[in-house]
Structures are given as structure tokens and as C-alpha cells.
């Protein structure tokens, strides 16, 4: 079947310099070569690389390709004989149906998009609280600890219902979790308080329930371990990926003036901007899939048992599918794009995260009408390849005051 | 155009309804997608081909309608 396929020998480590938005060279380079690439993974398995924005749409569409976690290979490490288990209760995530339906379903009807608009005056409001508190404080800022953390964090526990309290622990462990730069050790011990914690809530909503979604969940039969591994998915997934996409997105605005202007200038833009900083950042870079059975993907056959690593970043960049690829256009027509996923593991929380940044972004930019970096951009501290989501560590902005 | 929808596929992803709100909606119970005008009218069809390329689930597709 098929030629044979273009192949790539190691994953890239780094983003081209300079270019801290673009995906590595070398997958780009991939997906100049083709759509799909055979790469074999440390270990000798023999795997895949799909870079293109169809192909990446049908390998998530098709449900021979498992989210398992006990099927999936690490793409750069090799562990040797160490056995993944699956995924912990409720972690759906990494779960095929019918385990992924039954937490799932539950949770749709709360994420719609009407029940999440309905939030919209709540995001405002809280945002325009960070802002005050930033400008009280700055000039400068660090965006990411003034702005781009705090307002998912703060919606997301009150959307579950974290008292405000218990939330700055809780963020520094999941931190902990998304950085790619914390030890074992560590990251063990942020595991563990964080299970500690979550076993203290779900009791203590089973025991008082309160107007949220976790007591909502106590009336279903889902039992404590299963309520504690949803919150552990919800809370990890809504806190570091949004904040990204604030903070890596203003980075992005602030080196694109005429972009930033066009949005200042229209805030009716916002829907369409937002749409295009999740192409153009696709902060979600990277997701596993492992075939069920052989599929035959772009003229390559897919043995049963390969794994096959997605790359939504990359596709996102597809010249085949959008115009320009690497150029931000903030009034860009062309629809659909791979940031939030695609098939059923769909982002499960992409209304909330629209909403929030279709609110965010033009809040601070009217806030603050002369924002800027307070340091030269090469020196902005950029996340390693190795963190599961891409973003800023530290984004440190001034004004005139 | 006539538009059907498979509420077995369906995962209540939403799109369909941020496409074309005039249209879709989710059903307040379980998210999954309700059709509010099952042959939409000129203006809408658009946004309504938009939606079933977007749809996660592939659970829209249409058909010729009475009036096309
Ligand atoms: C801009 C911000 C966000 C981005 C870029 C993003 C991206 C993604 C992506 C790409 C997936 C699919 C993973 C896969 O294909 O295996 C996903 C799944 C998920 N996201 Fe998000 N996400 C964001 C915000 C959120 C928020 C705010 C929540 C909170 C509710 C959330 C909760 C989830 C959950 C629970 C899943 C798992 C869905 C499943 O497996 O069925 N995400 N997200
Ligand atoms: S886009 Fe598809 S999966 Fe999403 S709500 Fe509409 S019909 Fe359902």
C-alpha cells in the first residue's frame, strides 16, 4: 500500500528562534513532505506522525484509534517493560466508550453553550476585578499572575465549586503538574495532596451540597472515586489551558501591532480573533492515539497496536486548509480548526474557554490602551516543548499609568 | 435543504449551535443538539453547511428539502 512514507527519526526539542508561535521546524518540514510521517518510537516501536489537517481530523474521528491510556507510548521516552494502567476512575480523558460516555454524558448538558454564556456577566466581572487590581499595583505586571491565571482559575472552581480559600494550593499543585519542568518527586507529592484534597471536597459536597456542578454529580451514581477523578480532569484542563491561551495569546497580539490595533479599534472582532489565536497558538499541541485494529490512514497502513502521535499544532498550520498558515489574521474567514480537538473527546469545556476569552482579551486591551512587554521578546520565558501545553511562564507588561 | 440529526452520535460539542444559532440549540437535559428549523431558510444555509463540516460527531446531515 501507499509509497513509502517520509520518516522522522527524533521529535523536536525546540521552537525555531525568534519564532516562539510557530511549531518546531522539523514538523512543519514533515508535513511539507506529507501528511503523514512513520516515526518509530524510542524502544524501536515502529509508529506514526500525522501532520495534516485532514488526515488529523480523521485519525480523531475514528474510533478504531483508542485514547487509552494503558495502549499509550510515550513519544519520547522509553519506560521499557513498565505497565501503564489504565486511566484512574472518572479521568475520561484517556478512556474509550463506553468508560468515556458514562462521565461524559453527565457533564454535556453543563458545558453548553447557552449555560456558558449565561456566565458571560460573572467573567466580566471578574475580570474587570483583575484589572483594577493590575492597575493598582503596575506598572508592570507579570500578565500571567495578574490576568491570564487567575480568571479561568477562579471560573472553573466556581463552576465545580472549590471555595475561593482552598484554591491557591490547589493551583500551585496542578502548576505543578503542566509546567514539563517539575521532578518526579514533586510531581508525585502535587499528585497526591491533590487526591488528598479532592476525596476532602467530594465528601464535603456529598455532606452539604452547594449550587455547583461537583454536588450536582452527587445526585447521579457516580461513587466518590469517580467524582474525584472529573474534578482532577476538569480542574487540570480548565485552569493551565485557558490561562495559556491569555497569556501566549497577549504575547502574540503585542508582537503583531497592526492585529492588536484591528481588535482595540473593533470589538466585534473578538469572536473571530479568539478563533484564530486558537489556530494560530494551538496551545493543546499534541495528543496520543494508539490503532485498535489496522486502518489505512493516507495510504499507510496503521497496524493494530501502532501508535500514532497527533499533531494539532502543526495541522493547524496546514497550507493545504488554511491560506497564509503562518500568519495571524485575526479577520481570518476561514472556519474549523483542530485547537479544540475533534470526534468525542472534543474539548468538553470549549464554550467556557470561548467565552472567557471573547471577554478577557478585549478587556485588558481596552484597560490598558498603551500595554506592552516590559522586556524584549526574546527574553519572554516560554515553556518547554516537554510541557504538555505550550505557553508563557512569566509575561511581564508595563503601560503608561 | 432539510436538515436531520443523529442524537445517538451527538456529544453535545455545541458547535453547530456557535455556527448557526438560528437553527440548532442543545436540549437543556443532556446537551445534545435540538433542530429549531429543520429547512432553514436562504439565509441560514451557509452556516448550516459550516455546521455539519464542524460538527465533531458527525451527527447532521442534509437532504434535498421540499423547496430545496
Ligand atoms: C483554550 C482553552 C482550551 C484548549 C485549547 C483545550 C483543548 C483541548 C483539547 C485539544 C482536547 C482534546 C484532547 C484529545 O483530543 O484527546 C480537550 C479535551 C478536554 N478539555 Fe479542553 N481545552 C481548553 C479549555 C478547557 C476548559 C476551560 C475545560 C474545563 C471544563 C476543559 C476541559 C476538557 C476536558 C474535560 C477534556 C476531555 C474531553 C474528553 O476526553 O471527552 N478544557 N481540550
Ligand atoms: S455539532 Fe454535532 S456533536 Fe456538537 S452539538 Fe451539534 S450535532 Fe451535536
Redesign the pocket.
Known amino acids: 500500500m501507499g509509497e513509502a512514507p517520509h520518516t522522522i527519526t527524533t521529535l523536536p526539542t525546540e521552537r525555531p528562534p525568534g519564532r516562539p508561535f510557530d511549531p518546531p521546524p522539523e514538523l512543519v518540514e514533515a508535513r511539507r513532505h506529507g501528511p503523514i510521517s512513520a516515526y518509530t518510537f524510542p524502544g524501536g516501536k515502529q509508529g506514526w506522525l500525522v501532520t495534516g489537517f485532514d488526515l488529523v481530523r480523521q485519525v ?1 474521528a475514528d474510533q478504531r484509534f483508542s ?1 487509552r491510556k494503558e495502549l499509550m507510548l510515550h513519544p519520547t521516552v522509553d519506560y521499557g517493560d513498565f505497565v501503564v494502567p489504565p486511566a484512574p476512575p472518572g479521568e ?2 484517556l ?1 474509550d466508550e463506553p468508560r ?1 460516555g458514562r462521565y ?1 454524558r453527565p ?1 454535556t448538558a453543563r ?1 453548553t453553550v447557552r449555560r456558558m454564556r449565561l456566565l458571560t456577566e460573572r467573567i466580566e466581572q471578574v475580570t474587570a476585578e483583575h484589572l483594577d487590581a493590575m492597575a493598582k499595583a503596575g506598572p508592570p505586571a507579570d500578565l500571567v499572575t495578574a490576568f491570564a491565571k487567575p480568571i ?1 482559575a477562579v471560573m ?1 472552581c466556581e ?1 465545580l465549586g472549590v471555595p475561593y480559600e482552598e484554591r491557591g494550593s490547589f493551583q500551585e499543585n496542578v502548576d505543578k503538574f503542566m509546567d514539563g519542568e517539575t521532578n518526579d518527586e514533586d510531581l508525585m507529592a502535587a499528585y497526591t495532596s491533590t487526591q488528598e484534597y479532592l476525596a476532602g471536597l467530594v465528601a464535603a459536597k456529598r455532606a452539604n451540597p452547594t449550587d455547583d456542578v461537583l454536588s450536582e454529580l452527587t445526585e447521579s451514581d457516580l461513587d466518590d472515586e469517580e467524582l474525584r477523578g472529573i474534578a482532577l ?2 480542574l487540570a ?2 485552569i493551565d ?2 490561562a495559556n ?1 491569555l497569556s501566549l495569546g497577549t504575547f502574540a497580539l503585542l508582537r503583531h501591532p497592526e492585529q492588536l490595533a484591528a481588535l482595540r479599534g473593533d470589538p466585534a472582532l473578538a469572536d473571530r480573533a479568539v478563533e484564530e489565536l ?1 489556530r494560530y497558538l ?3 499541541k499534541t ?1 496520543m492515539r494508539t490503532a485498535l485494529e489496522d486502518v489505512e490512514v493516507g495510504g499507510q497502513l496503521i497496524r493494530a497496536g501502532s501508535p500514532v502521535i ?1 499533531s ?1 499544532h502543526t495541522a493547524n498550520r496546514d497550507p493545504d486548509r488554511f491560506t497564509d498558515p503562518h500568519g495571524l489574521d485575526l479577520a481570518r474567514q476561514e472556519g474549523g480548526h ?13 464554550q ?2 470561548r467565552v ?2 471573547r471577554v478577557a482579551f478585549p478587556a485588558l486591551l481596552g484597560r490598558f490602551p498603551t500595554l506592552r512587554l516590559a522586556v524584549d521578546p526574546e527574553e519572554v520565558d516560554l515553556r518547554p516543548e516537554t510541557a504538555d501545553i505550550y505557553g508563557v511562564k512569566r509575561l511581564p507588561v508595563t503601560w503608561d499609568a | 435543504m432539510r436538515i436531520t440529526v443523529d442524537t445517538e452520535r451527538c456529544m453535545g460539542s455545541g458547535m453547530c449551535v456557535l455556527t448557526a444559532e438560528e437553527v440548532f440549540d442543545q436540549r437543556e437535559d443532556d446537551g445534545k443538539v435540538v433542530v429549531l428549523r429543520p429547512e432553514p431558510p436562504a439565509g441560514d444555509r451557509d452556516a448550516v453547511r459550516e455546521a455539519v463540516g464542524l460538527c465533531p460527531a458527525g451527527a447532521i446531515t442534509l437532504s434535498a428539502g421540499d423547496r430545496t
Request: one cysteine or more; proline letters at 2%.
Open positions: 480523531l485514547s475520561f480523558l478512556m468515556h461524559r457533564l458545558f479561568p472553573i463552576l480532569i476538569l484542563a480548565g489551558t485557558t491561551m486558537l494551538s496551545v493543546a495528543f497527533a494539532y483542530l485547537a479544540f480537538g475533534h470526534g468525542i473527546h472534543q474539548c468538553l469545556g470549549q467556557l474557554a472567557e476569552m
